[in-house]
């Protein structure tokens, strides 16, 4: 069973739009939750970390809020472009210093003019 | 600066025939991941390697095998490919041996077995 769940599956927004995806685990204890953006056809490659301390943080136009205790994290995307087009994956480490990261299946976003 | 790079970017394999994956960093990163991504899945861990001359296990390493030739190369091998071996296969690498420092990836290998 993954125990990161992302939400929604797909999502079609219209250019200049805001969106906020979400990702729910269970994985404990609680270390760092990263997440990455997977474009078509390429690697993904991260866009934050969270950790413990942080309940907000922001890259951009992309800000990364987490709640420890609800366990639940968001990345909310702000004036939408078309390059935003992509899937987003949330990424969670089973422990402290574990090479073993669970991975979401991610949230394909679509923007469209 | 090159990053992670993998080879080859495509190919078809017939069942039960054999090819190795590779993949190098030229970051002077530590640790080297093989991942494979499924429709519908998340990334699922097939093998590692914490540093050089050192290999363990993931998640779903059965019908593969690797070699850590170098700092720089990781390469994995599929001894005799299977239909369920169809995937697209990410090789990545980071510095540090916790989640401190991100995975950086390759562009993928997309594998088919017939």
């Known amino acids: 069973k993954n125990q990161v769940e992302q939400s929604p599956q797909s999502l079609i927004i219209l250019e200049g739009k805001n969106c906020t995806l979400q990702c729910n685990y269970t994985v404990s204890p609680f270390s760092n939750l990263r997440w990455y953006k997977q474009d078509t056809g390429r690697g993904p490659v991260s866009l934050t970390i969270?950790?413990?301390?942080?309940n907000t943080k922001s890259n951009g136009r992309y800000t990364a809020t987490l709640d420890a205790d609800t366990k639940q994290s968001s990345l909310h995307i702000t004036a939408s472009q078309l390059s935003d087009s992509a899937s987003y994956i949330c990424?969670?480490?089973?422990?402290?210093?574990?090479?073993?990261?669970?991975f979401g299946k991610g949230t394909k976003l679509s923007v469209i003019p | 600066n090159a990053g992670v790079t993998q080879t080859p970017k495509f190919q078809v394999l017939k069942t039960g025939q054999s090819m190795t994956l590779q993949c190098a960093q030229d970051m002077n990163h530590n640790s080297m991941y093989w991942y494979r991504q499924d429709p519908g899945m998340g990334l699922r861990l097939i093998y590692y390697?914490?540093?050089?001359?050192?290999?363990d296990k993931g998640e779903v390493p059965n019908g593969y095998n690797v070699s850590r030739l170098n700092k720089r190369e990781f390469s994995l091998r599929l001894e005799s490919a299977a239909p369920s071996q169809t995937s697209v296969y990410f090789c990545?690498?980071?510095?540090?041996?916790?989640?401190?420092?991100?995975?950086?990836f390759g562009n993928g290998t997309r594998l088919t077995v017939t």
């Open positions: 390697s914490a540093s050089e001359g050192t290999t």
């Open positions: 969270m950790t413990f301390s942080e």
């Open positions: 990545a690498s980071r510095l540090g041996t916790g989640d401190n420092s991100p995975l950086h």
């Open positions: 990424v969670k480490t089973r422990g402290a210093g574990s090479y073993q990261l669970t």
